[in-house]
């Protein structure tokens, strides 16, 4: 609640507007209050102005019994405004020096009421709040705010028009497996792709011709993406890791062509990038099954997770998840659900893609609805990080995420900028060598390999644990990996036993 102790140095905000009432009620109050409804609430104060300086001038106002009277009149009133969000404990008046006000404390509306429209005209009477001002909105933020009224299962609707062949069979299997590894023994695990499809609100009968299609879940998460876009036009993935000074490093697209291209697939190649280099301890389970989970790999995937469930596809925005050495930010079209307050509060969970949501559960993603944030939180402060940051903008409607990591364990990361350019004339002088002996390895330089050569040539030799320590793998993973640098000619072994370690092989040899 606003103090108005110090009402003098108020100035008008995103969520504050003055509006002279000595003329009585303000029509253009109405606007304001549709704009803070669609927007993030806000305060009207009816009886000042806003000075030359920007400061408020007390202006004073009618008699405040009929202002009050006019002002709940029109609230009631569905031919003046669509929705009435107040409690009779948001109307107040309070005295300013020797002058009334009456203060309007406006919510945000939820999602249900939204768009909160005036004059009984939802396209020209729909208003939100940018900066100081009131603006219309346009036709496709309109249609935005409707899509989000329905309910959250909305995306099991069928889509006559779109047959089973949309799907990619692939993703499909690959599904079903981790399905099956995440919730084995189900009843579900030895059913037919048909029916299991149907059981996972992928797939449904249509009342038009009795045959099964996708669902709009169905699609986005198994389909292939030159079919997606048939019902989602904009639809659109993308992930880059940026670690040194270019504009990325590494990037998947979902329109590329390379790979399906839809949600289930994304998710995946997505996590493994936006994940990579995150310090991994070395933890075994009561099995002697190595634990790869942190608090960091469970806040990725949650972050990721929820821009997939929470994105309006039909917007013209698409998801962008961009791994900086610092942080990871993923930005997906689509304003909030609930305010940023209730998210961050937690407990609290309104999927705008339901059908999404339950699917990524099954496999274990994001098993408990209004969790997402904590487990955001808890990763950040255990890694003594500020605390994760939920940002949205308006036109379009975008909401941004912003997860920052630990950054001591990220030599990894560092080393892929540092070491790409270093290294690049070795492996080229050591491809031609090969071709000219007529060996080929079969092996391309990676990143993992960069990160390695950029070590060595740092400390002048690595060890196989020094490698295990900087990839975060065990010590026969790192072993395999080092000998399979030794095989392309890249290191070179010096020492014997446990003096071993390895050096880069210098082009000049």
Known sequence: MQNFSNFSALRESNKLEYKSARGGFPSSFWETYSAFCNTDGGLVVLGAKEGPDGLPVPSGMAASHKMEKELWDGLNNRKKVSANVLLDSDVTVEQVGESSIMVVRVPRASRELRPVFINNDMLGGSYRRNGEGDYHCTRREVNAMVRDSYPSDIDKR???????????????????????????????????????????????????????????????????????????????????????????????????????????????????????????????????????????????????????????????????????????????????????EEIVAGGMSDARNGTLMKMFNLIGVGEKAGSGFDVMRASTRSARRPDPSITERHEPDVVTLVLPLETSGLKYAQGIANASRDFESQSHYQAEKRAASGKTSGKRKNERQIAILSLANERKGVTSADVGELLGVSQPRARAIVHDLVEAGLLKRRGDGRSTYYEPTHPKE
């Open 158 to 340: 069928v889509l006559d028009g779109i047959d089973m062949d949309a799907f990619d069979t692939e993703s499909v299997r690959a599904y079903r497996q981790e399905f099956r590894d995440e919730r084995s023994p189900h009843p579900w695990v030895d059913l037919e792709d048909e029916e299991f499809l149907v059981r996972l609100g992928a797939a449904g009968r249509s009342n038009k011709d009795g045959r099964l299609h996708p669902t709009h879940a169905g699609l986005l998460m198994f389909g292939q993406e030159w079919r997606i876009t048939d019902e989602y036009p904009e639809y659109f993935l993308d992930c880059r890791q940026v670690v040194g000074g270019e504009r990325w490093d590494n990037r998947i697209v979902s329109s590329s062509g390379e790979w399906s291209g839809n949600v289930y697939d994304y998710f995946h190649r997505a996590y493994r990038m936006l994940a990579d280099s995150l310090p991994v301890p070395f933890h075994l389970d009561e099995n002697m099954r190595r634990i790869d989970g942190t608090p960091q790999h469970k806040a990725v995937r949650e972050a990721l997770a929820n821009a997939l469930i929470h994105a309006d596809y039909y917007d013209r925005c698409g998801i962008v998840a961009i791994r900086y050495t610092d942080r990871v930010e993923i930005r997906n079209p689509g304003g909030l659900r609930m305010s940023v």
